[in-house]
C-alpha cells in the first residue's frame, strides 16, 4: 500500500513572515538564483535554504527587506531593489541605516540577535551600540525617519504584528533549550 503526502511542513517564522511581506504588499518567492532581488511589482525574491548560511532564516531575510523599504520610503516600493545598488559604496550609509533601524525594531522585542542580518555588513551591525541612532547624522536621520514610518501603511500594523509573534514563538521554544534566542549556537 502507497501512502499518499496531503501535507507538507512549514516552518512557523516562514509562516509568519512571509504573511507580513504579503500584507505589506509582497510575495515570497525563494530562488537560488540570487541571495535577494526585489521587483517593484510585488515580489520579493529570496535565496532558497541550500543557497544560504547556517544563520540565515526567511524570517531575518523578510524583515531586513522590509527595512530596507522603510529607508527608502514609499517611493522605493517602486524601485528595483528598493533603488538600491550594492555594487558600489554609494549606498553604504542606506545599508548602514537600514541596519540601525532594524536593531531599534528587533530590540523593541528582545529579537535584536535572532533577526540579526547575516551580509557582510554583519559586523557593523554587531558593533552598533545599544543605541542603534547614535552614530552618523546621514545614516541616523534615514533611520529615525524610517522608523517614523514603521506604523504606516503599508507596513503598520504587520511588521510589529509579525516581530511579536516571532518573539511569542521563541518565548514558546525557550523553556525546550538552553539557547537564550530561536538561533542555536553551533
Known amino acids: 500500500m502507497t501512502r499518499v503526502i496531503t501535507r507538507t511542513y512549514q516552518d512557523p517564522l516562514d509562516l509568519v513572515w ?3 511581506a504579503r ?4 510575495r515570497v518567492v ?3 538564483a540570487c541571495y535577494a532581488s526585489i521587483d517593484p511589482a510585488g515580489l520579493m525574491i529570496l ?3 541550500d543557497t544560504l548560511d547556517a544563520d540565515d532564516c526567511l ?4 524583515f531586513h527587506e522590509l527595512c530596507h523599504s522603510l529607508v527608502q520610503g514609499p517611493e522605493g516600493l517602486r524601485e528595483v531593489d528598493w533603488g538600491l545598488c550594492n ?3 554609494r549606498d553604504v550609509p542606506r545599508e548602514h541605516a537600514t541596519l540601525r533601524l532594524q536593531a531599534v525594531l528587533a530590540a523593541e522585542y528582545g529579537l535584536r540577535a535572532a533577526l540579526a542580518p547575516t551580509t557582510d555588513f554583519r559586523a557593523f551591525y554587531d558593533a552598533l551600540p545599544a543605541d542603534p541612532m547614535d552614530g552618523p547624522e546621514e545614516e541616523v536621520a534615514l533611520a529615525r525617519a524610517a522608523l517614523s514610518r ?3 501603511a503599508p507596513w503598520g500594523p504587520h511588521l510589529r504584528m509579525g516581530l511579536d509573534a516571532t ?5 514558546a521554544v525557550a523553556p525546550f533549550t538552553d539557547a537564550t534566542a530561536l538561533l542555536s549556537p553551533d
Open 87 to 89: 555594487e558600489t559604496h
Open 18 to 20: 512571509t504573511e507580513v
Open 23 to 26: 500584507r505589506v504588499g509582497f
Open 30 to 32: 525563494r530562488s537560488d
Open 59 to 62: 524570517a531575518q531575510m523578510v
Open 167 to 171: 518573539r511569542r514563538i521563541g518565548d
Open 47 to 49: 535565496g532558497t535554504p
Open 150 to 152: 514603521a506604523d504606516a
